[in-house]
């Protein structure tokens, strides 16, 4: 699982209807092994992965860079190929996109990208999509999202706020709800951190409207999903901050029925004091993290 470009409708049902019934509590692959190997700092892709894998019977082992052989000069094919001895998967994060296409291209075991330098995250871009679809599932609206057939679909707009051109998990899943009909997508950069001009035909293509807003055009009555990200200060050489910040007076404009998502970690654009709120889902985000990747991870022993 490298990008959502090759991740079908077809797959995302089978996925969201298997973790959401009991068959993913009974899963026992104890004779599999995971391989975590995180260029990258983490803390939820990382220690999800591996819960997952344990919730499932199998076992973890994880590279840790700075004390591996890659001090003493080792190639990044070699450490691929000493991987793949000792695994069965290899969860990798790496900031130079390219990276993990190549750990593919050596690697003789599945390979998933747990995120890619400002490219992609689709494993986030899956939780995210099934946070969306359990929200939809739990207000009984039918949408193409919920696998409803024929749509007497009302129309869900949702709106990314952040560093557009830097968030891999905005540009994942945004390439996951682009499958889906009756969803308008609009995003609304921080400063100098406008969308790619591939990412807006995309949005344009979508929407048939263009999809970036601006702050003074925001409307924050009219969505009904509202994800923020952090300015990816690893990612970019500007002194840069959130404007616009996500605190109890902005919540007093969101629709009673909205959510508020995160892929979180956050810095300073999400008050804490709006945590209490029920619309925001950011730590249940967290838990369906590890739900949705029991079901990757089980879904690929098992077809394996
Ligand atoms: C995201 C990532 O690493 O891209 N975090 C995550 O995986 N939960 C988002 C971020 O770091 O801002």
């Known amino acids: ?61 994880s590279f840790n860079k700075d004390i ?12 691929i190929k000493t991987l793949c001895v000792y695994g069965d998967a290899l969860v990798i994060r790496h900031p130079d996109i390219k990276k993990i296409e190549e750990a593919q291209q050596i690697a003789t075991i599945p390979v998933i990208n747990a995120g890619n330098g400002n490219s992609e995250h689709p494993t986030q871009a899956l939780l995210d999509l099934y946070t969306i679809y359990n929200h939809l599932q739990n207000q009984s609206i039918n949408h193409s999202l919920t696998f409803h057939d024929k749509d007497t679909n009302q129309n869900i707009n949702i709106l990314f706020i952040g560093d557009i051109v830097n968030s891999r998990t905005i540009h994942s899943l945004i390439g996951l709800l682009c499958k889906f009909e009756n969803i308008i997508i609009n995003v609304l950069p921080y400063k100098d951190c406008n969308p790619s001009s591939e990412l807006l035909q995309t949005l344009l293509s979508h929407n048939s409207l263009s999809g ?93």
Do not use: W
């Open 68 to 79: 591996s052989s890659i001090k003493k000069g080792e190639s990044f094919y070699d450490t």
């Open 212 to 304: 970036e807003i601006s702050k003074e055009t925001l409307n924050i009555e009219k969505y009904d999903i509202i994800y923020s990200s952090r300015f990816q200060k690893e990612r970019s050489s500007q002194e840069n901050k959130p404007d616009i910040i996500i605190d109890k007076e902005f919540m007093t404009k969101v629709k009673k029925t909205a959510i508020i998502m995160h892929a979180l970690p956050r810095n300073e654009e999400i008050d804490p004091k709006v945590d209490e709120d029920e619309r925001c889902v950011y730590f249940k985000q967290m838990e369906h993290g590890v739900l949705v990747r029991m079901g990757i991870l089980a879904e690929l022993f098992a077809t394996e």
């Open 1 to 61: 699982m490298i990008s959502v470009k090759k991740i079908s409708k077809q797959y995302i049902k089978k996925l969201f209807t298997f973790i959401s019934g009991d068959k993913i509590h009974n899963q026992n692959f104890q004779n599999k092994v995971l391989v975590n190997a995180f260029f990258e700092p983490s803390t939820r892709t990382s220690l999800s992965f591996e819960v997952a894998m344990y919730k499932i019977g199998g076992k973890v082992i």
